[in-house]
């Protein structure tokens, strides 16, 4: 199954759960669905509690934390938990950086210790952390990577790194030695990462057809941005695409189109208790 000669198995990820309420009610409703096998949740953002709150009540959805370093919204900001200490983690208003180029310049243990709060307010709100990855690929910069490979080891969690991981980082980035150490360790090996079309402010069934079509032999990992309306709209500018993603899988279009690219979904609690059972 984690074999590039495999058959070709997608996690259908939700990214961005606890940035909305909008994200966390489409998260939960798309599972009920089975279109969405597994998701992560941004800690520092104001829904967290929501979410924890959920991920209580439903110990079955698959959770897991998406590793956040910035904070992308003009209106919309958030702060390290582990505060504003001129450690590179900020912009002058004490908020996470809107950009990836602005948070390489970070001090890495600032970087380690904020990652790791997060992971331990997830699992201190009672969530059953899955696994981690990375808000806006930041923590897969060639700063951090060691960092984030590292966390995933101290807390026996499969960490996100596909094998087309260049696309998200400066071009020449050299990820051999990450990857030989998470196959290692027997961490699921995803060979390629499709995603939600931003830009397309009217994503449609066709749309999620061309993007199906990249998903080929062996793991495969999905990170979409679904939001059901409410107050996804007051702050994001890609709201119409987040909102046309949900509707799409919302109305079985997209299980239509899975199905027919004989594509097998796949969560990541599985694939964590595969990990973890391998010692």
């Avoid at 210790?113 to 910069?141: C, F, P």
């Avoid at 998470?182 to 749309?207: I, K, S, W």
């Amino acid at each position: 199954m984690t074999e590039a000669s495999a058959a070709p198995t997608l996690v259908v990820h939700h990214d961005d759960l606890g940035a909305s309420h909008s994200a966390n009610k489409a998260f939960v409703e798309l599972c009920d669905l089975g279109v969405v096998t597994s998701g992560s949740v941004m800690v520092p953002c104001p829904w967290f509690p929501e979410m924890a709150d959920i991920s209580r009540e439903r110990p079955d959805l698959d959770i897991g934390v998406h590793l956040t370093l910035t904070a992308e919204f003009p209106g919309f900001r958030w702060r390290p938990l582990t505060g504003v200490s001129g450690n590179g983690l900020t912009d002058s208003d004490g908020f996470m950086w809107r950009d990836v180029p602005e948070a390489r310049n970070a001090d890495r243990q600032a970087v380690a210790a904020e990652l790791r709060a997060q992971i331990i307010a997830a699992l201190d709100a009672g969530i059953d952390v899955t696994h981690l990855d990375s808000h806006m690929g930041t923590t897969w910069q060639p700063e951090y990577v060691d960092i984030y490979v590292a966390l995933g080891e101290e807390f026996r969690l499969p960490v996100l790194l596909a094998r087309d991981v260049g696309n998200m980082a400066p071009e020449g980035t050299d990820f051999a030695p990450q990857f030989d150490r998470l196959v290692a360790r027997g961490n699921p090996d995803f060979q390629r990462f499709v995603t939600t079309p931003f830009g397309n402010l009217a994503p449609d069934a066709a749309n999620y057809a061309e993007i199906f079509s990249q998903v080929g032999p062996g793991l495969n990992w999905g990170g979409f941005h679904f939001a059901a309306p409410g107050d996804i709209e007051l702050y994001s500018d890609d709201a119409p695409t987040r909102i046309g993603e949900y509707d799409v899988f919302r109305s079985g279009r997209a299980k239509e189109l899975l199905d027919a690219a004989g594509i097998e979904l796949i969560g990541m609690r599985s694939l964590r208790d595969a990990m973890r059972a391998r010692g």
